[in-house]
C-alpha cells in the first residue's frame, strides 16, 4: 500500500509538461539547435541568391557593352586599307611611276581542312578531302596566272604546316573576283603594284618602291620608298592608309574571306612632277653609256640644265637599274653618282680663274702675257700639257688652250683672298640643293688649311672636288648673266584634290656682273675654235654646224689608290658647255672617270657634248646663232 500510495502521490501530485515531440522520443536541446542552423542557411541562401541576382544585373545592365566590346575585339581586327600611291611624272606629264590596283590570294588552311576532312567522312563514296581539293584548286589557279605561279608551287603553299598562307601576289582583280567566286576558299586582299613604264630611264633619279611585309600573319603590308625620289617623297606620295574591320579565325590573325567592313577610306597620296624631259633622259643615258664603253672608262656621268631656271632636263650615270626588276638592284646600281660622287675636275674649274680676273679687271680678252711651258710654286713645278718656248698668249688663248702656267699667271694677280671668295660665289664646297638625295658637298680647302701649294693647284682644277652637277652649276651662272641659280628636279606637286604646289624656290647668287659673264662666255667660244696650228682650241670636236658653242675641256689627275699620290695614267675627263652661246638655253655637263686616254674618246668628252647638244638643238628647235663665233688669236 505505501509503495502504492507513493506512487500515487507521483502520478497526482506533480505536474509534467512534456510537448508532444517529447512524447514522440525527441531532445529537446538539438531540436533547438537545428531550428537555429536552419535559419543561417535559410540567410545564407538569401545572401547568395541576392549577390547572384546583382551579378546579373551588372552583367547585363552595367557591363553589357563593355563586355560585348571585349568579346568583338576577341574575334576581329583593324588592319590597314592601303592608300593609291602617288605617280611621279616628267615635265611633259609622262608617267615614270605609277600604281597599278592588284590582288593577293590567300587561304585559312585550318578551315580548309577541317571543312574538307568532315566532307570526307560524311560523303566517303566521293573520294573527294583537303588533298583533292586543293590540287584542284591549284591547277586552276596556275592556268588563271600561269606568268605568276606554278601548279606545283602553289601545292606546296597548300601543304604547308600553318593555318594560313598567301598563294600568289598581283593577280589582275578580273581574274581574282573570278578564282575567289569559283573557289569560296580562295580569299583575297588589296594591293597596289608599282609600275616603272621608262624602265631604266631616270632610275636613278625616280628611285624604286616596293611593298615590306609587316606581320606576315595579319597580312600588313606598306607599299614603300626604297631609293631615289621615291624615298625622298615618300610622305608625300604615299597618302594616308584608311581602317578596314575584319573577322579572324578563332585563336589566330588569320582573315576570314568575305568579313571586310570599310571604317575609314584611304587617302591617296600626291603626284610629284619632276623638271626632268623623259625623252631628253633617254637620250644621254643611252649616249653615256655608249661613250662610256668606248672610251674603255671606269664610268661616267652627264647632265643638261636650264641656263635660265636652273632646272635639271637630264641627269644620267653610265649604269643604271631596272626598278621593274628587284632582282637585280645592288647598292652600286642605286648610287647616283651624278649628286654623290665628287671628282677633281681639272681645267674646267679654270672658268672661276677667267671671271675673277675679268671681273676685276685685271685683263681683257685680248691682253698678252708671256707665258713659259712651267712654273715654280714653292717646292712644286707646274707645267703645260704641252711643251712650248716662252710664248705671247691672249688671255682668250690661255683659256682656249687650257694653258696652266698662263692661268696660274693670271690666279696670282687675283690673289688668295679674292679666288678663294670667288670659288664660295660659284657654290663649291656646299650641296646645292638640287633636291635629290644623297648629294655630295664636294670639297674645297678651308682658306685657313692653305698650303705654300694650295694656290698652285686651285686655279687649275686640282685640290678640291665636285660633282658633275655643281661642275655644271658654275656654267649656268655664266650663260645666265653671272646669276647662278640652284639647280632643282621637283617642279610641282599636286594633291589628291587637284591643288597644284610649285616645288621649293631655288637660292639665287649673283656671282658676278652680267658683263663679266657677258665677256667670259664670249671668250670660251674659242676652246671649239679649229684654225690650225696656234689657233686651235682644245675641243673643236665639240663644235655644232650653225650654232655658236662655248665651254671648257679639263684633264684632272686622279689620286692612285696604290701610291695615294696623283697618278700619271688616271685621270677624271671632262666637259662644260653652253649652247648657243650668243642665246643659252642649255648648259651640259660631262665626266668621264678614268678613260683610256691613249684612245680618241679617251682624252676628250668633246664629242660626247657635241652629240648631246645636236639632239638638244633638235628637239627643242634652238634657233641657228645668228653668226658663227668669230675667229681670234690665240698666240701671238
Known sequence: MAGQARGGRSRAGTRRTYSARARRGGNPQVLGGNRNRFTVVRIMLVAVLAVAGLKLVQVQAIEAQALSAKAERQRTLEIDIPAQRG???????????????????????RAMRKTWD??????????????TRAAEVAKYIAQKVPDKTTEQDLLQ????????????????????????????EIGMEKRAKR?????????????????????????????HGLAGLE?????????????????????????????????????????????????????????????????????????????????VYALANDRTFNPNDLDSLTPELLNNKAVSTPFEPGSVNKIVTAAAAIEYGLTTPESALMVPDSKKVADHVVHDAWNHPTQKFTTTGIFAKSS????????????????????????????????????SPG??????????????????????????????GMYQAIANDGLRVEPRIIRSKTSPDGKREPGPPPGTQQVVSPKTADTVKDMMRAVTQNEGGNDNGTAPAAALEGYQISGKTGTGQQV?????????????????????????????GIWLDAPDTTLPEGHSAAPLFHDIASYLSQRYQLPLSDAPSPVVPLIL
Open 560 to 588: 692612285d689608290p696604290a701610291t695615294k699620290a696623283y697618278s700619271d695614267h688616271l685621270y677624271n675627263i671632262t666637259f662644260a658647255g653652253i649652247l648657243p652661246a650668243d642665246d643659252p638655253r642649255f648648259v651640259v
Open 404 to 439: 696652266n702656267v698662263g692661268t696660274l699667271m693670271l690666279a696670282e694677280k687675283i690673289g688668295e683672298e679674292r679666288f678663294a671668295e670667288m670659288l664660295a660665289r660659284f657654290g663649291l664646297g656646299k650641296r646645292t640643293g638640287v633636291g635629290l638625295p644623297g648629294e
Open 443 to 472: 670639297s674645297v680647302p678651308a682658306r685657313e688649311n692653305w698650303y705654300a701649294t694650295t694656290f698652285g693647284n686651285l686655279p687649275i682644277g686640282q685640290g678640291l672636288s665636285m660633282t658633275v652637277l655643281q661642275m655644271a
Open 195 to 223: 609600275e616603272y613604264p621608262g624602265g631604266k630611264v631616270a632610275a636613278n633619279i625616280v628611285g624604286v618602291a616596293n611593298w615590306q611585309m609587316q606581320d606576315p600573319d595579319v597580312s600588313k603590308h606598306n607599299l
Open 157 to 184: 603553299r597548300f601543304h604547308k604546316d600553318g593555318p594560313f598562307t598567301f598563294l600568289v601576289d598581283e593577280v589582275e582583280p578580273s581574274v581574282a573576283k573570278d578564282i575567289t567566286e569559283k573557289y569560296p
Open 231 to 311: 624615298s625622298m617623297w615618300d610622305e608625300a606620295l604615299a597618302g594616308t592608309p584608311g581602317q578596314r574591320l575584319v573577322d579572324t579565325a578563332q585563336g589566330t590573325n588569320v582573315v576570314i574571306p568575305g568579313t571586310e567592313r570599310d571604317l575609314q577610306a584611304a587617302t591617296p597620296g600626291s603626284d610629284v612632277e619632276l623638271t626632268i624631259d623623259s625623252d631628253l633622259q633617254y637620250v644621254v643615258q643611252d649616249k653615256l653609256a655608249d661613250y662610256v664603253r668606248k672610251s674603255r672608262a671606269k664610268g661616267g656621268s652627264a647632265v643638261v640644265l636650264d641656263s635660265k631656271t636652273g632646272e
Open 87 to 109: 605617280s611621279i611624272v616628267d615635265r611633259n606629264g609622262v608617267k615614270l611611276a605609277f600604281t597599278v590596283e592588284t590582288r593577293t590570294l590567300t587561304v585559312s588552311l
Open 118 to 131: 568532315e566532307y570526307a567522312k560524311e560523303h566517303p563514296e566521293e573520294g573527294k578531302n583537303f588533298r
